[in-house]
């Protein structure tokens, strides 16, 4: 098989950012990092799963607490019975929603990003 064959083999995918404005964003990174928060129980954890720093993890919690009208993620410091941070029932809903519009936007698109795959440019195998 050659690398273009294993290239198309993979399937794409599709990534989403929602721009509300000029101030609030919403893309794939922040969607994950909440999922992670969500797994985790700790923003720390969830940037170190992502390879993140826990300045820009914290950064764009941050972003997204500003942005929403409620915050989308609650911590709390560590101490004696430790910290955490959780997502807030905003938080869970922002989530599903976007994971949701992902699904419809892949399904709807499919035949569409099947027809741009098949027109990419054939890669020659490196030796």
Request: some cysteine.
């Amino acid at each position: 098989m050659t690398q273009a064959d294993t290239s198309r083999a993979k399937a794409p995918t599709l990534r989403i950012r929602i721009l509300f404005g000029d101030d609030a964003m919403l893309g794939p990174g922040k969607a994950d990092l909440l999922e992670c928060i969500r797994n985790t129980g700790s923003i720390a954890a969830a940037g170190r799963s992502m390879s993140m720093s826990y300045k820009r993890a914290w950064t764009l919690v941050d972003e997204m607490n500003a942005a929403f009208r409620d915050p989308l993620v609650e911590s709390s410091r560590g101490g004696a019975k430790g910290g955490g941070a959780r997502l807030t029932a905003a938080g869970a809903e922002v989530l599903a929603n976007y994971r949701r519009l992902e699904e419809i936007l892949s399904e709807a698109g499919a035949a569409r990003i099947g027809t741009i795959q098949s027109m990419l440019k054939d890669i020659p195998e490196e030796t």
